[in-house]
């Protein structure tokens, strides 16, 4: 297994699954998203009306840019304190509701999992690393959940029977 995993483009394989633009759905807040984008982006606008206009993107690449466009005062109060929690418990209903996904990340095992842009902006440098620069969040909150679903699995593993 290698050390890191980098992923950027969703349709790269096999690890471009990890991409929040990543075509596959997910049930969140009661309402199903057609990616993990709309569904962590859902949370982003104050007004109803906003938050309908994100989500009629024609993709989730112009969903994200949209989002990231949206002026100070159409985004939700406190956004910059609660938005790392929303993408954690997104990810969450990402990898627990696709045995593909949840098994392509467990199969990660130890690796250090990087989303590698090749845009250098303050968003790319926040979720992920440019040139090996930046916090990689989105690489983080993916490792954190890959640990969670590994413990689950450990408490959820049949208890041998005993020999006789």
Same mark, same amino acid.
């Given at each position: 297994m290698a050390e890191e995993v980098h992923f950027y483009r969703a349709s790269e394989k096999p690890y471009g699954a990890f991409s929040n633009l990543y075509r596959r759905s997910v049930e969140f807040e009661g309402q199903i998203f057609a990616t993990s984008e709309h569904a962590y982006q859902a949370g982003k606008a104050r007004k109803p009306e906003v938050r309908r206009w994100l989500m009629e993107a024609p993709s989730p690449a112009l969903l994200a840019m949209a989002a990231h466009g949206l002026y100070y005062w159409d985004v939700a109060p406190g956004w910059s304190t609660t938005k790392f929690d929303r993408m954690r418990q997104v990810l969450r209903a990402?990898? @627990?509701?696709?045995?593909?996904?949840?098994?392509?990340?467990?199969? @990660?095992?130890?690796a250090r999992i990087v989303e590698v842009a090749t845009v250098d902006n303050e968003v790319n440098r926040l979720w992920g690393e440019v040139n090996g620069v930046g916090r990689n969040m989105l690489g983080v909150l993916l490792m954190e959940i890959r640990e969670e679903l590994r413990q689950d699995n450990a408490l959820n593993e049949p208890i041998p029977a005993a020999a006789e």
């Open positions: 990402k990898f @627990t509701q696709h045995a593909d996904l949840h098994e392509l990340l467990l199969a @990660t095992g130890e």
